[in-house]
């Protein structure tokens, strides 16, 4: 029970820490958005379990597949709408930067750390585990918070020496892949048919090990992706990152002008 | 910049609509059981290049999740009930399943071979 769940903690607990480590260096001093998205998130995660087995039975049995999936499309969303805060912060109001970062942390809690909730709910009662499960969960949330200030440290060196769009680029990276490690949920239940193997890296890097799982987290990395998971990382990434481009260059080109 | 944006949007969307429709074939149905954080049978045979129906059945009081890196699934199945799971169409090969919970004994390999009979359920 222990190595389970320190596992569970690197699994799900982790990309909840990078994405708040990421967002803590983005975003201006205010904090006060974190604990209340913490108290907010904790209060839907409630509900949400609660409600598990309703969701579960919805759109023929793929309720928690879609739920899942579109939360991780928002995820994205949110991280694209960020760059147009970014580009357009001129007339744009400062408190939404903070509604996003809320929602995005809101949105990858309820989704990841539903996990903790059905495990903990499953095991915790069996007295024989209660010990190795508590040792399990510091060691994990332990390791996890060390990674996660060691992210925080080079994101905020990274936004020292390159600007905000570079702590932007880490949060579009993180969304994109957890978008696209959501696509296998819609293939699982049948929606959609993509399971074409694109490539298998496996003797390279295998997901089950520690710097497998770090690299899911942080960019997506899978060892067997598909077709369609490949070609849809490749459009996420691409098409803002060269809209946005085009955007800032445009932009400034036009101030440029104007003086 | 319109005119990309539109082109691309295009693109994206013919490109979903002939990746994502499910081809409507009858798919085999194979079945799991998962009793005392153990799978049975640990080792099932499927079709290689085909599409697969996997019911896992959890007897178990605790709830249990299914997970596979080597397949790309992960799904959790509620104590004392069934969950349904879509695999392949797969390469030949040797595909490791695991209960994310029970790690050390919930494990189990999908075996993908080229067949040349249709195989019946495997219960």
């Given amino acids: ?259 | 910049m319109s005119k990309l944006v539109r082109y691309l949007s295009l693109s994206c969307g013919t490109l979903s609509v002939l990746l994502c429709f499910p081809v409507l074939a009858a798919v085999t149905e194979y079945h799991l059981t998962l009793k005392d954080h153990l799978f049975f049978p640990s080792q099932i045979t499927i079709p290689a290049n085909q599409k697969v129906k996997l019911i896992v059945e959890n007897l178990d009081p605790t709830p249990e999740e299914f997970d596979s890196f080597a397949l790309n699934r992960e799904k959790v199945i509620f104590a004392r009930q069934k969950a349904t799971i879509f695999i392949g169409p797969l390469k030949p090969g040797e595909y490791s399943f695991f209960g994310e919970y029970n790690p050390n004994t919930a494990r189990g390999i999908v075996i993908v071979e080229h067949q040349n009979q249709e195989v019946p359920d495997a219960h």
């Fill in chain 1, 1 to 259: 029970m222990l190595i389970n769940t320190v596992i569970l903690f690197l699994r799900d607990a982790l990309p909840i820490l990078v994405l708040i480590a990421y967002l803590f260096a983005h975003l201006p001093t205010s904090k006060s958005w974190l604990l209340i998205s913490l108290v907010a998130s904790a209060i839907l995660s409630l509900i949400y379990n609660s409600q598990i087995h309703t969701i579960e039975q919805w759109f023929d049995g793929t309720g928690i597949e879609l739920l899942i999936w579109l939360s991780q499309l928002l995820v994205y969303l949110l991280a694209v709408i960020l760059a147009a805060e970014l580009t357009f912060s001129r007339c744009s109001k400062h408190y939404i930067v903070y509604w996003i970062a809320g929602l995005m942390t809101c949105l990858t809690m309820v989704s990841k750390g539903s996990n903790f909730i059905l495990y903990f709910e499953g095991y915790l009662h069996q007295s024989n585990v209660l010990q190795s499960m508590l040792l399990g969960t510091f060691l994990g949330l332990g390791i996890c918070l060390s990674l996660a200030v060691l992210l925080y440290l080079t994101a905020h060196w990274l936004k020292q020496q390159f600007g905000l769009w570079a702590t932007w680029l880490l949060i579009l990276v993180y969304a994109t892949g957890q978008f696209v490690n959501a696509l296998p949920l819609l293939v699982q239940v049948d929606l959609i048919d993509a399971s074409s193997t694109a490539w298998s890296s496996q003797s390279v890097l295998s997901d089950e090990f520690e710097f497998g799982h770090l690299f899911n987290v942080l960019f997506g990395y899978q060892a067997t992706p598909s077709i369609f998971q490949v070609i849809v990382y490749v459009f996420a990434l691409s098409i803002p990152l060269v809209t946005f481009y085009w955007l800032n260059l445009s932009t400034t080109k036009h101030a440029g002008n104007k003086q």
